[in-house]
């Protein structure tokens, strides 16, 4: 009974801390911790995610850009992914929802196992957005909505502004704005590590990569060469990738940033250059 006065100091100390962290957080000074290695996208504004959001996040886009989908109807995938699941590739829901969007199977989005895919996910929701008749001119929330038709029509709208953060460092019109750090044992090293990323950009983008000294993709300007390299730190994670360089900008794992490179390191805006886990 005499240690009782130290146990109530201690627990309302551990509240008084709480409550201090809780209110920082919602002032923007603390961020809450996030499960898994973290990414880091700046472009006109910051947005931190874990690596499986940003690879999903990089794959909406990817799949968007594939179809011509233009930089708004991306922003609206991003959205709605970002309320529906936090864009985590979730195998349950309200009712028979499942993944990224939390599509139906009995409102005719697709088998449970279809869904799953998140670039079908993604081709299926930008398949729909585009039925809807005046969607371009729509708030993100309503378009969305005209779509999944939520009980939360508005719910939408808050992820607006990180949507368009994300939108605009993987459509590659901002420069090494996608950061992701990679700590740990890689998940795979050589060869498979090499064959993953390359089924990965085949999946996502279409691309056949030459694996030519390392995997290199061919680009056409500087835009399209972010692109390509935002994609790849994206999915650094699971694939083994270990150096990303393009122009006079290199990525490295376990860093995790963007650094500047010359000499025989630079590489020119026509080449987007992936090295893997030996």
Known sequence: MKNKPFAIVAVLALVVALGF?????????????LLGPECTVKADGEVTLDSVQMANAATI????????????????ALATALQESKLENLDTGDRDSVGLFQQ?????????????????????FYTALKKVKGWKKM?????????????YPNAYEKWADESEVLTKALTGRATGAVECTVSGEPALRGAAAAAALTEGLRLDWGLDASQDEGLKVAVKDANTGWRYAHWLVSHAQTTGLERVRFADREWNAPDGKWQPVTGDRRVGNDTVVAEVFR
Do not use: C, H, N
């Open 21 to 33: 962290f809780v209110s920082q957080s919602f002032k923007g000074t603390i961020k809450l911790p």
């Open 104 to 124: 139906r199977p009995s409102q005719g989005w697709g088998t449970p196992e279809q869904i799953q895919d998140p670039r079908y996910a993604a081709d299926k």
């Open 61 to 76: 886009s990817a799949v968007g850009m594939r179809r011509k989908m233009s930089e708004r109807a991306i922003v609206v």
């Open 139 to 151: 708030r993100v929330t309503d378009a969305a909505q005209k779509v999944q038709r939520s009980a």
